[in-house]
């Protein structure tokens, strides 16, 4: 149902207003490519983001890698996000109880619920978790995204618990706007779910440590996944970034055009 809806017609659907504004900024800007920017200097990533920053739809970060990571980091990160209209999604997998969650979502060094659009999290501990997030996320209107499925290779997360995975979204849906996941599930009334799916490469299929790298076409019009997450593809092996960023912003639209028309 809603694969076959163009971001904007979707976009309309949401009463999340990160999702709505997120599905409207695809759509503006033709890209469904998420960059993972996973760079331990604080330098780097910024460049990074800003080579990247016309691209892309979502700056992906583990901000925890950052070594020299400081309040100034985050603010040069929200002004790029400005500058190339991207928002900014904390690869976090918080993964505790409801009290914890706050506490990490909201507070310490790196205060993710003051500066990132978006973050995730892991159904291990039950909806408590949910809970949590949302208590800290909603008044500041964020969004999250929970953990479906995985891409490495024996990963647990499947059959029975991505069911429950989607049926605790469906229950806090003001939230809970999308998953990570490798594909999309039959959407039952009223579910417009944003898919994001890493593990998406165009050159190479594994990094010899689990991490298994599928075609962006192969995970938008065949998977029906809505944006593609990519690292190493884009950064790595000395590889000219925002020459790459546009190759995998083109391969992940044209896979989406492709299947809006089909
Ligand atoms: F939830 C997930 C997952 O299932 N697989 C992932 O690879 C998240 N990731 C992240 O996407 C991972 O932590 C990296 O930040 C990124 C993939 O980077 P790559 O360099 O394209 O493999």
Redesign the pocket.
Known sequence: MSASLSYLERSKLHSNPTAKAFLELMERKKSNLSV?A?LNKKAALIELADKVGPYICLL?T?IDVVEDFDQDLVDQLTALAKKHDFMIFE?R?FADIGNTVKLQYGSGIYKIASWSDITNAHMVPGEGIVQGLREVGLPLNRAMLL?AE???AGTLAKGDYTVQTVEVARKYKDFVVGF?AMERYADKEGDDFIYMT????LDQTS?GMG?Q?KHPREVVFDRGCDVI?????IY?GGRDAAKEAKRYQEAGWNAYVERISK
């Open positions: 993972a996973d992906k583990h690869d997998k953990l995985m891409s490495s990570i890493p593990g998406v490469g990094d991490q790298w997450i990519v690292g190493r593809g790595g």
